[in-house]
């Protein structure tokens, strides 16, 4: 039987963290871990409670990213990390659709068991530097000559910092896409519900009993508080001061970094 | 005292012609006339009538375009030109923003009197493979960094045809920024009131003596038919069947080409 704690007034059974932002600050070879951050992901697994990783990551391989992260010094399993490529690869294959793909090259391998012939929708993930005008207009006509166009967007997060830089995340150019052909995208990865309901299903908790830790005011902490979880925000990773006074988002609770978070879930077990 | 003439029940003393789909399609070296529409131009001139050409192309220089004309065999003056760029430099220069261009480098000249030191605003036109990853965040920090952003958008089209493939026009990219940035653009071009205005003051007319005349069904005739005029669809340039059964934007007229809107208008003198 797995232990619970009381935290901003719940009853928590189980915790959902984000990566990038939670875990590790962005960066050249994978980035650097937070500070304290390691010893909190210690502390979980020893705390009997249920928690997965929730990330928006396209960037990558998942066994890449997981790499990364060992390699910085984290405790962690391929099959607690819930990431749109392994989502989006399970609606392919049940709905019969063979994707155009608009990603990032070194997330190639994901998709390697897919069927990409004769393709019949369209998947665009952060793409990066593949985000040329041309492969745009590629991903753009495909759409246009499908009969019952399908465009899934990997996230549909604005903007993230990468080398100490804002740069254009997945969801502008979803934008762009769905303006130019009027096809309304189907986002897979967090803020979805499905992908949020996938990840509690996973650990056999409800909504009410779950906690999302991140550093997106928007897509981490509205996103899940939308699916029901409590939503923590952290102030580590893109987090900026004005998030604070969000005028539509307000978070259950706000903590310095991932190592207060769980010295606050940690003191109240029932 | 300039002619007029009864169209569409109304009484014309004022046409605006768009370019590319109604005198010439586009393609290599400048495209090709539209068959009947060199002559139909002229027929314009002795009638006189009142006319001017208002166009969103941003991929030359007005000047260039104008040549390109010449050469097809057109009669043609670059003041009865409108286009973006000249107007977008006006506003500029009335408001006192020094820009941050994303536009093509072949339109660059049109620019050389405007002051780009320390940008204090973002202009975007059909930069086609100037919307690079790289180009694009480049924009998109510069308005994230200015205190006041503002972005200028020249023209709103989603798409055209280029040598037989559709391809994105600039505003897929627009929307990109808006939601990056949450800016709202400012279009300047087809279809925005403050353009449409300039040219009919141009001509001294009002909107419900003019009749915009365009392959647009929604910036051309939708545009022109919310500003006031008459807006008449030609069957040539990007024109689809389809058009003809637009849910929203219903022609005062739909014609052949440009040669049958000229033997049409110019039926019935007063």
């Keep these: 039987m797995p232990n619970t704690y009381s935290y901003c007034g719940r009853i928590i059974k189980g915790v959902v963290l984000d990566i990038t932002g939670v875990l590790k600050e962005s960066g050249p070879n994978g980035g650097t871990a937070i500070n304290g951050s390691i010893d909190a992901i210690n502390r979980l697994y020893e705390s009997g409670l249920q928690f997965r990783f929730c990330t928006n990551e396209t960037t990558v391989t998942r066994h890449h990213l997981v790499n990364q992260l060992r390699r910085l010094g984290f405790t962690i399993e391929e099959d607690k990390v819930f990431s749109p490529i392994p989502a989006v690869c399970q609606i392919l294959k049940e709905r019969n659709l063979r994707p155009h793909l608009l990603v990032h090259k070194d997330s190639l391998p994901d998709f390697k068991d897919v069927d990409k012939n004769d393709p019949n929708c369209v998947v665009i993930g952060d793409a990066t530097n593949e985000f040329s005008y041309d492969n745009l207009n590629k991903a753009f006509r495909c759409l ?4 019952q166009p399908v465009l899934f967007s990997l996230g549909s997060g604005r903007y993230y910092q990468e080398d100490g830089e804002l740069v254009l995340d997945v969801g502008p150019y979803m934008k762009a896409l769905e303006y130019a052909t009027d096809v309304k995208a189907e986002v897979v990865g967090k803020p979805s519900l499905s992908f949020f309901t996938a990840v509690l299903k996973d650990m056999n908790v409800l909504p009410n009993e779950a906690v999302m830790v991140g550093d997106d005011i928007v897509s981490d902490i ?8 409590a939503g923590v925000l952290v102030r580590t990773g893109k987090f900026r001061s004005r998030d604070e006074s969000h005028p539509d ?8 970094n991932l190592a207060q978070f769980v010295d606050k879930l940690l003191q109240h077990s029932l």
């Design 249 to 256: 988002v307000k978070p259950d609770d706000i903590v310095d």
């Design 144 to 147: 246009m000559e499908i009969e």
């Design 222 to 229: 509205g996103g899940a508080q939308a699916c029901g979880l």
